[in-house]
């Protein structure tokens, strides 16, 4: 009874220690991930580039294009996302004003469609 | 005898519940990074991410902002972070408005991108102190026949400097570019070929980011200051084909350095090897 006492204890305690190694020690590295996995506030930041060269640029489909990394959602989707959270974060009023900006020049702006020469 | 196998059988069960354990903490159950910092990006969303920093330093000036953000990537060195994407971005054939905004901010960065030329009379050629590196950025294959190229002097008109809101001198804005230097280099430390382009201001400030148009008989190329600001911020080089005639000229206009073609020196052994050019552009 005692062998087997000491062989589960010997397993629980090996369990504990790889996932202490696992979790803690040595956990899994991401060191590759895409923008979508990026923390709001960052991902919000990048927004906010976009908007910052937006201004000067007035290009809604370049902003459209550096916004698609952030995810598949439609880019206005992702500035009126990042406004939000811009607005209850207490980002500054010029910034604000700068995402909703770019928020609504997406929401008009429609990609010209490609079409192939006959 | 009975210990011993006890003490095996508690190693053995240690061992298997520790791969239990790790199987369950790095596959089943792994530590998940929902919250990642920019740092942790893959190397071409990092390129992303320092393009939009970029263009948006260049429609706002605010460098500290900029200096916060790519801090953000944890690049040992920004600017050379940028200088070396800005290359890449030239390479692949990414629009020229998106490498100025790159190269102007690595030059920003470096904090020398305002910094004076040395003060020289209005004939010379502005000459930094450092020595071009040896890896030009491009060279195309031709065959034309050779033209000595005579250094030529050309007068600066009346300085008329232009006050600017930017805190970093750029090439789109001001009077076009004028040709003020072409000097033959004979340097056996340098590439063969090697055709250094210098622009400045009126005020003889180095120019990041300018686009320059090197041109040969069915050939163009385009090639931008900037990217090796170790030299100098307005420097932009090119590996000149023996036997070619070139013509060089700024984007943004202005009369072209033309009849160029990489000159034939000779060594103090006597030796015959190419020599160099060196180009310089100011604005009036």
Request: charged letters at 15%.
């Amino acid at each position: 009874m005692s062998r087997w006492i000491l062989i589960l204890f010997s397993i629980a305690l090996g369990i504990a220690l790889g996932l202490a190694y696992g979790w803690a020690i040595a956990p899994v590295q991401y060191t590759d991930i895409t923008p979508d996995g990026l923390r709001i506030d960052y991902r919000t930041d990048y927004v906010l580039m976009t908007a910052e060269a937006y201004r000067s640029e007035q290009n809604p489909a370049l902003a459209a294009r550096r916004l698609a990394v952030l995810g598949s959602e439609p880019p206005a989707i992702i500035a009126e996302g990042a406004y939000d959270y811009a607005r209850q974060a207490g980002y500054e009023e010029a910034d604000l004003a700068a995402i909703q900006e770019l928020a609504i020049a997406l929401e008009t702006w429609q990609p010209i469609p490609v079409t192939s020469a006959p | 005898m009975k210990t011993t196998r006890t003490i095996l059988e508690g190693v053995i069960s240690l061992i298997l519940g520790f791969g239990l354990g790790l199987t369950y903490a790095w596959v089943i159950s792994p530590v998940k990074f929902v919250d990642a910092e920019p740092q942790a990006l893959r190397a071409d969303f990092k390129d992303h991410f320092r393009s939009a920093i970029s263009a948006a330093y260049a429609s706002n000036g605010d460098l500290e902002r900029a200096r916060a953000r790519l801090a953000l990537l944890n690049d040992p060195d920004p600017a050379q972070a940028l200088s070396a994407q800005a290359q890449r971005m030239l390479a692949s054939g990414a629009s020229p408005e998106s490498v100025q905004q790159v190269a102007l901010l690595a030059s920003a960065l470096q904090g020398q991108a305002a910094a004076e030329v040395p003060t020289q009379t209005p004939t010379d050629t502005a000459i930094p102190t450092e020595k071009p590196g040896n890896t030009p950025t491009s060279a195309p294959g031709e065959t034309p026949p050779t033209v000595e190229v005579q250094a030529t002097n050309t007068s600066i008109p009346e300085i008329t400097s232009t006050p600017r809101p930017t805190l970093t001198p750029t090439a789109t804005l001001g009077a076009p570019y004028q040709l003020v230097g072409q000097d033959t280099i004979c340097e056996p430390d340098l590439a063969e070929g090697l055709l250094q382009v210098y622009v400045t201001t009126a005020s003889r400030k180095q120019v990041p980011g300018a686009e320059i148009i090197v041109t040969w008989n069915n050939g163009e190329e385009h090639i931008f200051t900037g990217l090796k600001p170790e030299i100098n911020h307005g420097y932009a080089d090119y590996l000149m084909a023996p036997e070619v005639i070139y013509s060089i000229r700024m984007a943004d206009g202005g009369a072209p350095a033309s009849g160029l073609s990489a000159p034939t020196c000779t060594s103090t052994e006597g030796e015959a090897y190419l020599g160099g050019l060196r180009i310089t552009f100011q604005q009036p």
